[in-house]
């Protein structure tokens, strides 16, 4: 088995007497970009949410690098290593581009180590430069994505959480993000990917996961789930 940098075993999660995940597990392996997949309401943000300790685990585990997360309180996950891009981007709306970057780097002691990853950061997005003093509330949708991901690789992280990052943007967005995840990947981060565009996941994911009313009831290759008859019509539209 390849080096599993995330493994969730059993994983229950309860919202009052709903119960919102149903003992699911599934592993990501280093480099990997791995797809979860599912209708509104399966419990892909909540898994996220889960792993980055904003929501608490009712049973189970979730091993990342050797540490039972479930055990560690949100906040100081992001230092471990792994960091998360929200459903719907949430930038600081009334700070600049500039310090919502810097809002990322906030585990980070060493500044110029920490200027290296700006300069980085801005050759992949060089709109993010060319409006680094601009609010980012005056952001459009795509260039908002991409700051909310400049923003969570300004940590420096291992395993990036990408929580929907194609909703609400235009084709032409959605191309060009979907390709800097691909680039991201390349330069060494897993990627976990939860993703309504069922289609364009599987087309840069290794392996995927599909989620239904808190279970997964298909995992795979993403190439072989993209060709599947029943995934297909649930979730591709054809």
Request: zero cysteines; a negative charge; glycine letters at 10%.
């Amino acid at each position: 088995m390849a080096d599993s940098i995330l493994t969730v075993k059993d994983l229950s999660v309860y919202y009052g007497v709903i119960q919102a995940l149903k003992g699911i597990s599934f592993h990501v392996d280093k480099g990997e970009i791995v797809a979860l997949i599912g209708a509104n309401g399966a419990g892909k943000t909540t898994t996220l949410h889960t792993l980055s300790g904003l929501i608490n685990a009712d049973k189970g585990e979730i091993d990342y690098k050797g540490f039972d997360l479930t055990k560690i309180p949100g906040h100081k996950i992001v230092s471990f290593g792994m960091a998360q891009v929200p459903e719907g981007r949430r930038v600081f709306a009334e700070m600049t581009v500039l310090q919502n970057l810097k809002m990322g780097a906030f585990t980070r002691k060493d500044k110029a180590e920490m200027e290296g990853t700006l300069q980085t950061i801005y050759k992949r997005f060089p709109r993010l430069e060319e409006r680094k003093n601009q609010l980012a509330g005056t952001l459009s949708g795509g260039e908002q994505q991409m700051l909310a991901m400049g923003r969570a690789l300004m940590s420096h992280p291992d395993l990036i959480l990408m929580d929907e990052p194609s909703m609400g943007l235009s084709p032409i967005f959605v191309n060009e993000i979907f390709s800097i995840i691909e680039d991201v990947n390349k330069d060494g981060v897993t990627v976990l990917l939860v993703e309504q565009n069922a289609k364009k996941a599987l087309s840069i994911a290794n392996r995927a996961y599909v989620l239904e009313t808190g279970s997964i009831i298909k995992e795979g290759d993403a190439k072989e789930l993209l060709n599947d008859e029943d995934i297909k019509k649930a979730y591709l539209g054809e």
